[in-house]
């Protein structure tokens, strides 16, 4: 095998690699406060630029929080975003077409499958009353869009009952994703009578423990939601 061109990277791409092993080796944590940007860029011994540059990469990435201010207010705080992150990646990839609205689908079908599976006869008596005030909203929503909110909230319970929070940050993006879709296939079917029965049906299952069940609703939902690639509406 042949020898291969050494990457050059760029001075910012270093300040992220060296935030990144101080956050591993230190155990930096959320609401840690980074060192400001002048007192970064002379630890690091780069230009305060590519300081700037590694802080916007890391606040668009939903790591950061940047702050204004002098002294011990200086410097950008650890956050965690990581559902809005990926929602504007997502959203990019599907606005480019790199990814599609099909791929999108079957991959919220494996997930909610999943979710609602762990969810069932785990359900604390609060998520069960944010299901049931969800299911309480849509049925009384003026809109589609107010309908597609109180459906986003429904399904996101589902997901963080499922105690995985990786997996709920991609139900979030995944949400955030098709938000826009889902209001516009709403509009289209003009009822949500069909919509609010498999919602009902999804609690009903997960009230009740049955996860098998849960996951079936889930999946004929699903299918009733994205009767092609492009038209989501539940």
Do not use: C, K
Request: proline fraction near 4%; charged fraction near 25%; aromatic fraction near 2%.
């Amino acid at each position: 095998m042949g020898w291969e061109p050494v990457r050059r990277t760029r001075a910012f791409e270093d300040v992220i690699a060296q935030i990144e092993r101080r956050i591993a080796e230190d155990g930096l944590t959320v609401g840690d406060r980074l060192p400001g940007e002048r007192q970064l860029a002379e630890q690091l011994r780069v230009g305060r630029s590519s300081v700037r540059e590694a802080m916007r990469v890391l606040e668009t990435l939903g790591v950061v929080a940047s702050h204004a201010g002098r002294g011990p207010d200086a410097g950008a705080v650890l956050t965690a975003r990581p559902a809005g992150a990926l929602a504007d990646l997502l959203r990019l990839h599907v606005g480019l077409s790199s990814l599609s609205m099909r791929e999108v689908a079957e991959t919220r079908m494996m997930i909610e499958q999943w979710a609602v599976r762990h969810a069932a006869g785990h359900a604390t008596p609060d998520r069960l009353d944010r299901l049931r005030a969800a299911l309480a909203r849509m049925e009384r929503a003026g809109s589609a869009d107010e309908f597609v909110l109180h459906d986003a909230e429904f399904h996101l319970t589902i997901a963080e009952l499922s105690g995985n929070r990786l997996l709920t940050a991609t139900m979030h993006a995944l949400r955030a994703t098709v938000q826009r879709h889902a209001v516009e296939a709403v509009e289209r079917l003009g009822v949500t009578d069909p919509l609010m029965a498999d919602h009902r049906r999804i609690y009903e299952a997960v009230a009740s423990g049955d996860s098998e069940e849960a996951a079936a609703a889930i999946a004929d939902h699903l299918t009733r939601a994205y009767p092609d690639p492009q038209g989501p509406t539940g």
